[in-house]
């Protein structure tokens, strides 16, 4: 069974940490990508990757940054957590393209980040 | 630039009931599209998804959408609510080369479902 695997379910940081979200997918997908979930707002990205080392801003990129230095392994920084920031945080990965029947977002479950 | 938009924020069916999800899009050319399910503590899944042919698409749990192009609409529909069914579902919509980069996600409509 294919996995988007998030490392964790739930956490809680103080204002001003330095956070680590990880994701680790086993589809060998060239594709990776944070997402921030708010409620009434959808899913909103932050980060894509196509490749190791390479990154694209997406729509909010402010006051995070991100690492991929290998394949499967795309992790997701605050630099210095803020309150503003406790969210729901969605890894996803997928191939190069969509437009195949089988072709899809593939996302994990998760990480609750809340800010103090 | 592309937007998609699900008018209602949340719904309140009772099981065995016919369920309609509505989502409309804004693109220049006839999009991709899809929609997503979220049940509780869990990522989202794919339901279905449109690129062109058919209008009227299939997709997994007894989930059916169609795309309206004279009304920008792709509403998903199921004849018979389940109660495992209550969750939150997304449409999302992009270009029709197939960027997974360029993906919208509408804002969710929160489906309860009444025993």
């Known amino acids: 069974d294919v996995k988007v695997t998030q490392s964790s379910r739930y956490l809680v940081k103080r204002t001003g940490e330095k956070v680590f979200l990880e994701c680790v997918q086993d589809m060998d997908h060239e594709n990776m990508f944070w997402y921030r979930q708010d409620p009434g707002l959808g899913l909103r990205l932050i980060y894509f990757s196509y490749d190791v080392k390479m990154k694209e801003k997406g729509d909010i990129p402010e006051g995070y940054s991100v690492s991929r230095e290998k394949k499967e392994r795309f992790s997701l920084i605050l630099e210095s957590a803020s309150t503003n920031q406790t969210s729901m945080y969605l890894c996803?990965?997928?191939?190069?393209?969509?437009?195949?029947?089988?072709?899809?977002?593939?996302f994990g479950s998760g990480t609750q980040l809340s800010v103090l | 630039a592309q937007s998609v938009t699900q008018p209602d924020i949340h719904i309140t069916v009772s099981e065995g009931a016919s369920l309609e999800l509505r989502c409309n899009y804004s693109?220049?050319?006839?999009?991709?599209l899809f929609w997503y399910v979220q049940s509780p503590g869990q990522g989202l899944q794919l339901l279905l998804k449109?690129?062109?042919?058919?209008?009227l698409v299939q997709g997994i749990k007894g989930f059916e959408a169609e795309f309206k192009r004279s009304q920008s609409s792709f509403n998903l529909r199921k004849p018979s609510v389940h109660w495992s069914d209550a969750a939150e579902y997304f449409c999302?919509?992009?270009?029709?080369?197939?960027?997974?980069?360029?993906?919208?996600f509408g804002s969710g409509t929160q489906l309860t479902v009444l025993p």
């Open positions: 999302a919509v992009g270009p029709p080369w197939g960027s997974a980069r360029q993906l919208t």
């Open positions: 449109y690129f062109s042919g058919d209008t």
């Open positions: 996803a990965s997928s191939p190069p393209s969509l437009q195949s029947t089988n072709e899809k977002l593939f």
């Open positions: 693109y220049g050319a006839t999009p991709y």
